[in-house]
């Protein structure tokens, strides 16, 4: 059964870059129907979507956040990361890896626990 | 602001059947999919509704989802005390070329 698990620092110091790392188990990241994305989640509030990675590296990015945003793969670990530069306390969030199913679902179906980060001054 | 607008809140009591609404516009809803989770306290999201209508494997059929237009709706029948969690629709937006949530409603059993 696949399974997500975030992995990083979880409190990052204002305008440093947070690094988060996604290892996937049970399963190929390479498989071709998937990108792989990341969402967060600030306390008590909704979700955010902040960006898709294909194993080939090509990459879908929330424009609000297109900016300091990096997320890439690393299909010989089975892993995908986000880094997001320049952070201020407004990001901080429990951030999500997830698969997002481009064949049938086209949705986020399978997702990690989620990890907080906190950011502060 | 978020720009699916749900309302925050809902409720029900056991067995009955409650509905939850996801507004949106043209950019999003009208012309594409939508999408429905629900979340837990402390745990992930996890997927409901797919395509508008679709209910995912394993997901009970007291789950149920429809469009019209520019909103959406997820209807919950046989409401049961486990329901109780914030419900989130989704969507792509063409305008902002981005994947868009609601900004959640709690669904409360009374």
């Known amino acids: 059964q696949l399974q997500l698990q975030e992995s990083g620092p979880g409190l990052v110091k204002s305008s440093e870059t947070l690094s988060l790392t996604c290892t996937v188990s049970g399963g190929s990241i390479g498989r071709t129907i998937y990108y792989w994305g990341w969402i967060r989640q600030p306390p008590g509030k909704g979700l955010q979507w902040i960006g898709s990675v294909y194993y080939d590296g090509t990459t879908y990015y929330n424009p609000s956040l297109k900016t300091r945003v990096t997320v890439s793969v690393d299909t010989s670990k089975n892993q995908f990361s986000l880094k997001l530069i320049s952070v201020t306390a407004a990001d901080t969030a429990v951030y999500y890896c997830?698969?997002?199913?481009?064949?049938?679902?086209?949705?986020?179906?399978?997702w990690g626990q989620g990890t907080m980060v906190t950011v502060s001054s | 602001q978020s720009v699916l607008t749900q309302p925050p809140s809902a409720s029900g009591t056991p067995g009955q059947r409650v509905t939850i609404s996801c507004s949106g516009s043209?950019?999003?809803?009208?012309?594409?999919?939508v999408y429905w989770y629900h979340q837990l306290p402390g745990t992930a999201p996890k997927l409901l509704i797919y395509?508008?209508?679709q209910r995912p494997s394993g997901v009970p059929d007291r789950f149920s989802g429809s469009k019209s237009g520019t909103s959406a709706s997820l209807a919950i029948s046989g409401l049961r005390s486990e329901d109780e969690a914030d419900y989130y629709c989704?969507?792509?937006?063409?305008?902002?070329?981005?994947?868009?949530f609601g900004g959640g409603t709690k669904l409360t059993v009374l």
């Open positions: 395509r508008n209508n």
């Open positions: 043209s950019s999003n809803i009208e012309n594409n999919y």
């Open positions: 989704a969507a792509w937006d063409d305008s902002l070329s981005s994947r868009v």
């Open positions: 997830a698969r997002l199913e481009m064949d049938r679902i086209n949705a986020f179906d399978i």
